[in-house]
């Protein structure tokens, strides 16, 4: 898989994973505005092309192909994420857009330590499989009101199942769809401050 690396200032990494059919710089401007001095990378996923590129193969009547997913997540955890050098750093955030939100999910199932903190920008609740209880990673989802594809009603039953297994979970629903709207961005500062 490649990625986009930029070098911050502070002692921060944000790991990016784009939404379907976005690419490697889809969040630089998100990522930008809400940690401006910390370093960057980037994923680019490989799963088809153009507007169908994402990081894992589509749901089918909205349900994950598992062994297609758990495959994607494990390949990330044992063949890509060794070569991100990460010892210089003091906090892990993980953000994600829609498709790669739920990537972040698949890979919180097997390693929910790999970040400090995880933002997930509207992703689905596509029944996924957390076990234990932990203290980190903190985890701050979002979705719109009018969302047709990360429904507000189905973040809120993910928000619950996700407080069953890390202490520090927050839903912020805010107006408007399946996008990342400027007031999205304004209350997610505020709330990094």
Request: no cysteine.
């Amino acid at each position: 898989m490649t990625y986009f690396f930029q070098k911050g200032t502070n002692k921060q990494l944000i790991v990016a994973f784009h939404g379907t059919g976005g690419n490697q710089y889809q969040l630089l401007t998100t990522t930008a505005a809400l940690f401006p001095e910390a370093s960057l990378v980037s994923f680019l996923g490989n799963v088809g092309k153009a507007e169908n590129r994402r990081f894992f193969a589509p749901t089918k009547n909205g349900q994950l192909d598992r062994t297609e997913f758990d495959g994607r997540t494990l390949e990330f955890i044992e063949n890509e994420w060794p070569q991100i050098e990460t010892t210089d750093y003091e906090e892990i955030i993980f953000i994600g857009y829609s498709n790669g939100a739920n990537y972040i999910l698949g890979l919180l199932e097997k390693n929910p330590a790999i970040a400090d903190t995880v933002i997930l920008l509207h992703p689905s609740d596509l029944n996924y499989q957390f076990v234990g209880l932990r203290e980190t990673p903190r985890i701050l989802l979002t979705t719109g009101s009018q969302d047709e594809l990360s429904l507000a009603g189905d973040l809120v039953k993910l928000e619950k199942q996700l407080e069953n297994h890390f202490t520090d979970v927050e839903l912020l629903i805010v107006d408007g769809g399946h996008g990342l709207e400027a007031e999205e961005i304004t209350r997610l500062k505020k709330y990094f401050k």
